[in-house]
T-cell receptor
Framework: DAKTTQPNSMESNEEEPVHLPCNHS???????IHWYRQLPSQGPEYVIH???SNVNNRMASLAIAEDRKSSTLILHRATLRDAAVYYC?????????????FGQGTTLQVKP | SAVISQKPSRDICQRGTSLTIQCQVD?????MFWYRQQPGQSLTLIAT?????????ESGFVIDKFPISRPNLTFSTLTVSNMSPEDSSIYLC???????????FGSGTRLTVV
């Protein structure tokens, strides 16, 4: 599985946008980009995923670089509840056979 | 997305004993995954469990230590055998939608071995 690189930690102020970067320079054409987050004392939670085009859902937006070697998870208005570890993961494009390999992720701190 | 019920939520066990963790899914799924999260660390995949076949273990994990059962498409168990304090971790199960959908995780089993 291709490797991802994320900053160890980031800080944000409440109600401001947050841009969480992820580098995946060895991504293959069939790798999907998934983002998960883990709130304190909980299991990971799916946030968003994409292949080539930018994606939006109720939780966040995913901006994917044109060469797909990097992506950015965007939280439009951070809340205290968004404080978590965010994981960027690549999954080989084949239905229902991919396994999630977690890196260290980015610990997001949200300040009131 | 699938809903997973994982039991027990936590346990304190004596060294040398075994603990079986259960995961029940509210829908049929082809593959289930078991993870370990050691204190302060990220998640590490232990094995992938398919119904009707032997689980596939990741490097560093063996069947004798972490036997897995997958009797049907909605249920799986992970046993942590002959426990030592080093096994103190959170154990999580997960089911996936593959590449096209998000994966769902159980709430985890917090295991302390004394």
């Amino acid at each position: 599985d291709a490797k991802t690189t994320q900053p160890n930690s980031m800080e944000s102020n409440e109600e401001e946008p947050v841009h969480l970067p992820c580098n995946h320079s060895t991504i293959s054409g069939t790798d999907y980009i998934h983002w998960y987050r883990q709130l304190p004392s909980q299991g990971p939670e799916y946030v968003i995923h994409g292949l080539t085009s930018n994606v939006n859902n109720r939780m966040a937006s995913l901006a994917i670089a044109e060469d797909r070697k990097s992506s950015t998870l965007i939280l439009h208005r951070a809340t205290l509840r968004d404080a978590a570890v965010y994981y960027c993961i690549l999954i080989l494009g084949s239905s229902n056979t991919g396994k999630l390999i977690f890196g260290q992720g980015t610990t997001l701190q949200v300040k009131p | 997305s699938a809903v997973i019920s994982q039991k027990p939520s936590r346990d304190i066990c004596q060294r040398g004993t075994s603990l079986t963790i259960q995961c029940q899914v509210d829908s049929q799924v082809t593959m289930m995954f078991w993870y370990r999260q050691q204190p302060g660390q990220s998640l590490t995949l232990i094995a992938t469990a398919n119904q009707g076949s032997e689980a596939t273990y990741e490097s560093g994990f063996v069947i004798d230590k972490f036997p897995i059962s997958r009797p049907n498409l909605t249920f799986s168990t992970l046993t942590v055998s002959n426990m030592s304090p080093e096994d103190s971790s959170i154990y999580l199960c997960s089911v996936g939608g593959g590449t096209f959908y998000g994966y769902t995780f159980g709430s985890g089993t917090r295991l302390t071995v004394v």
